[in-house]
């Protein structure tokens, strides 16, 4: 009701964020969609809240670093941990309003926030059979002290919002329409098995090298949990390693690490939210 007399304000154009979306009701996205160049974005992400109106959400900048396996995230990370694919989706600038967004899911308690772009990445990314072959969605943690003070690790927000995406994309095959590659089935998100096992400090006052020192061996991975965990028994599952920022890589290649070290078979898909740009 309070959405109705007072729509919230797009962040990025101060426009009304459509209500009909704000509701959480896919039937009744109608007026995110007609208002939205990208019809088929707004459907499929309008059971989670938009955190910005449909026309800032078409206009983020996109890396499309998915098309390029030689992309510069995937040069960066190289170096420092083997992996299958690896890219970020988003480009962000200091004053952008991308920026704006992590902020409030890292800093101002915005969960939903996180949820609202780990589904707009989803849902750009899940037409091409991006997460076909993904066996499970592996957030990185943050050390739980940190997640005491924040609420909740937000990277688990940025998975359920990629599960939501899956779950509206994911038709049920008919004989007469068999499953397509864009057809993906939803994977399971499995957030105990890998854990921080000691703090470390914020990274944006350290230069590359002191990253790098900073985030080494932070991480540990229960093998049995997440084999447990899997849909399908695997010593070789394929999982999504899912990241917010990634600037140097040396958190993400910390992670890679500790869940190499247990299961040296897994392969792994990097994927973070967005990079510098
Ligand atoms: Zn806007």
Known sequence: MIDFLFPPRCPGCGRPIPSSSVTGNPSSATGAARSCSRRSLCGRIASIPPAIC??????????????????????????LTPFH?????????????????????????????????????ASDLAPHGYFADIDAILPIPIHWTRRLRRGYSQTRHLASGILSTLLTTSAVPTPAFPTSPASTPAVPIISDALRAIRPHRTQTALTPAGRLQNTRSIFRLDRRLLLDALPSPSDTPHLLLLDDVCTTGATVASAAEAVLDAIPGACLTILTLATPG
């Open 54 to 79: 449909p026309l800032c959400a078409a206009s983020l900048p996109r890396t499309r670093y998915e098309l390029n396996p030689d992309n510069p995230v995937a040069l960066r990370l190289a170096s």
């Open 85 to 121: 694919r690896a890219h970020s989706h988003f480009f962000y600038t200091p004053d952008s309003l991308l920026a704006a967004l992590i902020h409030d899911f890292k800093y101002r308690f915005h969960p939903s926030t996180a949820r609202y772009l780990g589904a707009l990445m």
